[in-house]
């Protein structure tokens, strides 16, 4: 092949001309003060925005649970751009810095109101990307993303740019490699919103200019990586015979302190899930056993067994269950519920707010613990939601509010408390604030991870770390109760007996080494 032209140039992004380029290597810009030239652009010409699409991934919206009717987008700035080999800084105190492989397309003609059947002439350049961010930050700009993706070199494209004309649009096929091992793998008949398409309705309001770069969203897979990790992305036709290459880029993390007067980092349970995706670290679970085993166990004989520890409030008071005779073994995954006001529910309140946030973020084997402040006169969950709480797998849900559709829900067998039942939606007392974080259910704290047992009763907290020791000294403890109830119903006075006294010490001995 012949070699590439050593810059695009401005011109070159508009004329076709030659069907594959290599982009030029770049580093975010050099300080005045070093006195260092500029690396060149890696587009060879600064576009004059970059314009990133939320979701446009049938697999990536099913991970995410959500299928958007149209598509929706956010801005990068141009000095997020970057190119192969350069390194991705990962902010000081961040954990959560992601990718996500990308196709990147590049305009080459003036769009303005153009047709979706336009869409595509309109473009000159495809080439790969990747849609660095770090989900530390995604919480300083109310999901305008701009520290939290459009920090310097959270945009690598490259390695090399393919000429549309030559392209199917519906036949590229996307992938990224994280340290040689295939992380996603998707191709453009899978997207919910065709090029053409995000061309025609991004013009009908913001006039695309040659040199504008267009991410087009991410499939499945995407997730976060650490420094020492290299992530590279690679962008094909159907027989890849045409490629970009790989771009490839390596985290690092920055050698200096991000400064105190901004927004810093901030993390919690939900962030961190949301980030790692489908690939994050396996979160400790309550092994099979050890649920087994609270299973048999009466909350009033966990409850007895954490006050002779000194733990008094671990109860969630005022709560009733919909089906008395079943049981409640989980662990919680929390939503804090806080007092109405008008003003701040439109934003809090509407869309995807933290109430369904806390309902797709649930893994199997989890209990959807609310924090509503003990006001049960506004619904904190419904059917519809419940149904969806149980599809995901949940292990019951506890309310210190109120149950909407209270008979529907029931009819779910889903182990769920409830304070009350009441018919109005919740934006009659709350806002829907967080998720994953320590709440006051009832009058109890309870932390993410914490283990709930529930049943005709109540419910109990149980602290993970306690659960062996509990469930051994509960066993035994009800094992001595089934002996003292077999003596008072054959008639025996209760002093010396309940509880075991040293007079049937021997014979409770004796008849546990006959039935163990």
Known sequence: MAAPPENPGPAGLGARRPPRRFLRRNSAPRSSRTGR???????????????????????????????????????????????????????????????????????????????????WSHIAWVTGANDAGAYDLRHADRGSNLRSKGADGFTPLGPRLLDAARLDPAALRLRTWVNGEVAQDADTSTLLFPFGDLVADLSRLVTLEPGDVIL?????????????????????????????????????????????????????????????????PAEPALDPETAEALRGLATATLSSQLRKRGLQHMTIDGVRPTDPAAKLVGTAHTLRYLPLREDLFERYGGGMNAQ??????????????????????????????????????????????ALRDSAAVAALGLPTYYAAEHPAVLGRRHV?????????????????????????????????????????????????????????????????????????????????????
């Open 356 to 401: 369904k946030r806390a309902v797709e973020e649930l893994r199997p084997g989890q209990v959807l613990v609310m924090d509503a402040r003990r006001d049960p006169t506004a619904g904190t969950i419904g059917d519809i939601l419940a149904l969806r709480a149980r599809q995901r797998g949940a292990a019951g849900i506890v309310t210190d509010g």
């Open 216 to 280: 087009t969203g991410t499939p499945a897979g995407a997730s976060v990586v650490a420094p020492g990790d290299v992530v590279e992305v690679e962008v094909t036709g159907p027989d890849q015979d045409i490629s970009t290459g790989r771009l490839s880029n390596t985290v690092t993390e920055a050698g200096h302190e991000l400064a105190a007067w901004g927004a810093m980092p901030r993390v919690d349970a939900a962030l961190r899930a949301d980030a790692w995706g489908a690939a994050r």
């Open 37 to 119: 030239t500029p690396m060149p652009h890696p587009l060879g010409t600064q576009p004059s925005k970059i314009i990133a699409v939320h979701l446009n991934y049938r697999c990536r919206a099913k991970e995410r649970g959500r299928v958007p009717g149209q598509p929706s987008y956010f801005l990068k700035p141009p000095s997020s751009l970057a190119g192969t080999g350069d390194p991705l800084v990962r902010p000081a105190g961040c954990e959560l810095m992601s990718f996500e492989g990308e196709i990147a397309l590049v305009v080459g003609r003036r769009a303005h109101r153009v047709t979706p059947q336009e869409g």
């Open 432 to 516: 829907p604030w967080d998720t994953g974080t320590p709440v006051a259910c009832g009058g109890a704290l309870v932390q993410p991870g914490d283990i709930l047992v529930g049943d005709a009763d109540g419910v109990v907290v149980v602290p993970p770390d306690l659960a062996a020791q509990l469930i051994a000294d509960s066993t035994e403890q009800e094992r001595q109760e089934r002996f003292i109830a077999e003596q008072v119903a054959a008639g025996e006075p209760v002093e010396g007996l309940y509880p075991l006294g040293p007079a049937w010490r021997a014979a409770y001995e004796r008849r546990h080494a006959d039935r163990p």
